[in-house]
């Protein structure tokens, strides 16, 4: 096992406890905070578009490869946090939801296309835009009854552990002749689905 895979392990597995268990990562009563991380944390699972848009930008930072195997999802989750903030305050985006299906089909393009040779400051700029996209969707969704605070620590504990599962696809089948062919297929799946979603969207 290479260094990089023991490290992408290493990070999954405390991402998953994280996620798993929330009483040990806070020493606070459960009731109204308990409920906005349980919030956070299945909001990004349960949407099929939150979910693949995230799970597709970890896969894209692992076959950038490099130092942007880390920057492409830290990016995404700065600009989550930068989207939720106005999307908790009850503002409204036009095209919001629009602007999530286009992630699902620019990222899942960029799964069936992508090499090492792809400049990293498109890249960041596209990660950034539809990051904020989903931080608002997340911060307009917040429960009413939820705390903001454990309801943001909850949807980033998540969209942390499916970068994680991400990179560690992405990492697995970039290495593989035969798995590289199939992840350029999934990335065509996705940015298909994301024409379905774009569709819903506009109806």
Same mark, same amino acid.
């Given at each position: 096992?290479?260094?990089?895979?023991?490290?992408?392990?290493?990070?999954?597995?405390?991402?998953?406890?994280?996620?798993?268990?929330?009483?040990?990562?806070?020493?606070?009563?459960?009731?109204?905070? !308990?409920?906005?991380?349980?919030?956070?944390?299945?909001?990004?699972?349960?949407?099929?578009?939150?979910?693949? !848009?995230?799970?597709?930008?970890?896969?894209?930072? !692992?076959?950038?490869?490099?130092?942007?195997?880390?920057?492409?999802?830290?990016?995404?989750?700065?600009?989550?946090?930068?989207?939720?903030?106005?999307?908790?305050?009850?503002?409204?985006?036009?095209?919001?939801?629009?602007?999530?299906?286009?992630?699902?089909?620019?990222?899942?393009?960029?799964?069936?296309?992508?090499?090492?040779?792809?400049?990293?400051?498109?890249?960041? #700029?596209?990660? !950034?835009?539809?990051?904020?996209?989903?931080?608002?969707?997340?911060?307009?969704? #917040?429960?009413?009854?939820?705390?903001?605070?454990?309801?943001?620590?909850?949807?980033?504990?998540?969209?942390?552990?499916?970068? #994680?599962?991400?990179?560690?696809?992405?990492?697995?089948?970039?290495?593989?002749?035969?798995?590289?062919?199939?992840?350029?297929?999934?990335?065509?799946?996705?940015?298909?689905?994301?024409?379905?979603? #774009?569709?819903?969207?506009?109806?």
């Amino acid at each position: 096992m290479s260094h990089i895979s023991r490290w992408l392990l290493i990070g999954f597995g405390v991402a998953l406890l994280a996620a798993a268990t929330p009483s040990i990562a806070y020493a606070h009563p459960m009731g109204q905070a !308990a409920d906005g991380f349980k919030s956070g944390l299945l909001h990004p699972v349960f949407g099929l578009d939150h979910f693949l !848009a995230m799970l597709s930008v970890g896969i894209v930072s !692992a076959q950038l490869g490099r130092e942007r195997i880390w920057t492409v999802p830290g990016m995404f989750v700065l600009a989550m946090i930068a989207g939720a903030v106005p999307g908790i305050k009850g503002e409204i985006w036009r095209f919001s939801e629009a602007g999530i299906a286009s992630s699902m089909i620019a990222l899942g393009a960029a799964i069936a296309t992508v090499t090492e040779k792809v400049r990293s400051w498109p890249v960041l #700029l596209m990660v !950034a835009g539809f990051g904020s996209l989903h931080g608002h969707a997340h911060g307009i969704e #917040l429960p009413k009854a939820a705390d903001p605070i454990y309801y943001a620590f909850g949807f980033l504990t998540s969209t942390v552990v499916i970068h #994680l599962l991400g990179v560690a696809i992405g990492h697995l089948f970039t290495n593989r002749w035969p798995l590289i062919v199939l992840l350029r297929h999934v990335g065509s799946g996705i940015a298909g689905m994301g024409l379905m979603f #774009l569709k819903l969207a506009a109806s």
